[in-house]
């Protein structure tokens, strides 16, 4: 007989019921042969052989022999067992193309799982699953994906939230400078644009990044600094005033500061450089050991720190380096921003 000579009739995958391992037995008993099973029941014959293989069992008969005999029951019980120890199928399914996005974006574009559901959401982006942002981590704990494991999260370990206070204490070596305290309250509801953060992210040797963080938008601008000194942030806020002139002011409203060395000299960064006797800007400084106070800023530093890790050489970075980190940073999607990006929040 031919391959396009049988009565088999086609269909989808599926596996054997209940009803039909009980006509399997009822047919046996009939001395059916398994092919003419098969043919019957609409199944491969090699898919009746498994399944008499599976439900055998033996009985005795009235002579005292052994005769192997197959019963629907004992399939049906090898079936259930089966199952049981397949657990719960995979949620991510054949979703081939899903998987492969979610690979790229944490291991090539250092997103975070959130980030990477959260923007194929923002982006309207179709797959044939949808995951939420703990089923992408248990995946990832339980080494589904072919080639992400947690050695590839930029976040290793997610503790307890930490208690903030707010520290009433003036920093001894800035004594002169403006209070965070004095910072106007429209700052703090984060609603309009020109508010901004400072910070320094050092590493191996004298050159450090010179960060500022929008408060609003979360947008980021970095600048490569020889050494952590006052007359370099000068140097760079007025190569700043230079590169917008007239929306200086428009743009940077305030800046709010640590109490570092290199930030002590408040005048200095007030001073405009195009505008002799005029102020440029107003700084603020948050109160010692509250680092929370700015903490836009500090989330922007974390997420340079994918890119310079503690102890790197900054000194080795270039231009270019600099401004692909700054670009990824405001094209990255922000949860607080409904997983849009800071230049997308300009647009």
């Known amino acids: 007989m031919g ?7 086609r269909r989808s995958w599926k596996q054997i019921s209940e009803v039909e391992r009980y006509k399997i037995e009822a047919l046996l008993k009939a001395k059916l042969t398994p092919e003419q099973i098969a043919r019957q029941l609409g199944y491969h014959k090699r898919t009746i052989e498994r399944e008499i293989a599976r439900g055998t069992v033996i009985q005795r008969d009235t002579h005292l022999r052994d005769l192997p005999t197959y019963k629907a029951d004992a399939g049906q019980r090898v079936s259930d067992k089966n199952a049981a120890k397949k657990g719960r199928p995979l949620k991510i399914g054949y979703d081939h193309k899903l998987a492969s996005h979610i690979e790229k974006r944490i291991i090539e574009d250092k997103y975070s799982p959130d980030a990477v559901i959260g923007s194929i959401k923002a982006n309207g982006l179709q797959f044939e699953v949808t995951l939420c ?49 004095e910072r ?48 370099n942030v000068k140097a760079a806020m007025d190569k700043l005033e230079r590169k917008h002139r007239g929306r200086f002011k428009e743009k940077f409203k305030s800046i709010t500061m640590d109490n570092g060395s290199e930030f002590l000299d408040m005048a200095a960064i007030e001073q405009s450089a195009l505008h002799k006797g005029k102020q440029r800007t107003t700084c603020y400084y948050a109160h010692p050991y509250s680092a929370w106070e700015r903490g836009s800023n500090e989330n922007a530093n974390k997420l340079i720190r994918r890119f310079v890790p503690k102890g790197s050489d900054i000194g080795k970075l270039t ?29």
Request: hydrophobic share 30%; glycine share 6%.
């Open 3 to 9: 391959q396009g000579n049988h009565t088999t009739t």
């Open 184 to 231: 106007p309250q429209d700052v703090e509801s984060r609603e309009e644009y020109g508010y901004w953060e400072m910070d320094c992210v050092v590493g191996q040797g004298k050159p450090c990044l010179l960060v500022l963080t929008e408060r609003s938008r979360r947008e980021q601008i970095i600048i490569k600094l020889s050494a952590k000194t006052q007359a």
């Open 133 to 181: 942002t703990k089923t992408v981590y248990n995946m990832i704990d339980a080494g589904i994906f072919l080639r992400l494991s947690n050695k590839d999260l930029p976040v290793k370990k997610v503790g307890e939230k930490r208690q903030y206070k707010r520290v009433r204490k003036v920093a001894l070596n800035n004594t002169k400078g403006r209070s965070i305290e």
């Open 319 to 347: 231009e270019k380096d600099v401004r692909r980190i700054e670009n990824w940073i405001n094209n990255y999607p922000r949860r607080i921003l409904g997983y849009r990006s800071a230049k997308q929040m300009a647009a």
